[in-house]
């Protein structure tokens, strides 16, 4: 028996928009609804979604244990009177924010810095909404009230602040603090300069993580050559590995 004009129509829909169920006017592909199905369905569903996000979890940093190592290291065993600058180059696609998101939010370093911040620099950069972004981060309580207590009693919405503003903000909350500020996708050594003058004197217990795709920006980051990371390809069988893992996610 053919299908009507008006199961088409049912089919399309469905289709259309991924929904998972299908119309009951659907004769080609009728489903007949359990009784029992509700919250074991859901919970079912829940699993799945889990074993999913533990799967996508598990896969992240396939290949990338001694990469991680490598950082981790950098980032622990600094010394000197200059704050370092840890830059991780290479080609997109390779990981780079995966592996170095992944060292950030390591338990060993929680209890190191007492301020964090992950940002990342956007295409094309604009100074004053970076700066409140790294402000935001930087300061839970700005970030919960859209609110600064700037100049004692006085108090100024973070979205009406000025680069200056902002600027003397950042001082206050990294002033005498250890700090991981990591700064996501860098494209040039100007945009670099433009932040790093916006910095205060951060002391050298702090530290700036630093991803970029181009050689001569992680080098004019990071001042010793020691500290610029190269981020090379997987081997064969770690991405064979990884695209293993995928396709059991899919």
């Keep these: 028996m053919f299908p009507s004009a008006q199961d088409s129509q049912d089919t399309e829909a469905v ?29 079912a569903a829940r699993n799945n979604l889990t074993r999913i996000y533990s799967l996508e979890e598990e896969s992240r940093l396939i290949g990338r244990d001694r990469e991680k190592s490598d950082i981790m290291e950098l980032i ?26 992944d060292s950030y ?18 295409h094309p950069f604009i100074l004053g909404e970076f700066l409140k972004n790294l402000v ?39 002033e005498n603090k250890r700090c991981l500020i990591v700064l996501d996708d860098l494209s040039s050594t100007a945009v670099w300069d433009s932040i790093i003058r916006s910095f205060p004197r951060i002391n050298n217990t702090s530290r700036i993580i630093v991803t970029t795709r181009e050689e001569n920006v992680a080098r004019h980051c990071s001042s010793r050559p020691e500290n610029v990371y190269k981020l090379n390809v997987l081997q064969y069988k770690d991405a064979l590995d990884l695209f293993t893992k995928k396709v059991m996610i899919r």
């Design 15 to 43: 289709t259309g928009s991924n929904v998972a169920t299908t119309s009951a006017h659907n004769s080609l592909s009728p489903t007949k609804k359990n009784p029992s199905e509700g919250a074991d369905g859901n919970n």
């Design 136 to 174: 935001m981060q930087l300061d839970v309580e700005s970030s919960e009230r859209s609110v600064i207590h700037f100049g004692g009693s006085t108090r100024k919405s973070l979205a009406t602040l000025e680069v200056e503003d902002l600027i003397k903000e950042l001082a206050r909350l990294l």
């Design 105 to 122: 939010q390591s338990q060993s370093l929680s209890s190191m810095f007492e301020k964090r911040a992950c940002v990342t620099v956007m």
């Design 76 to 101: 622990l065993n600094q010394s000197g009177q200059e704050l370092p600058v840890i830059s991780v180059w290479g080609m997109g696609g390779l990981g780079k924010t995966t592996l170095v998101k």
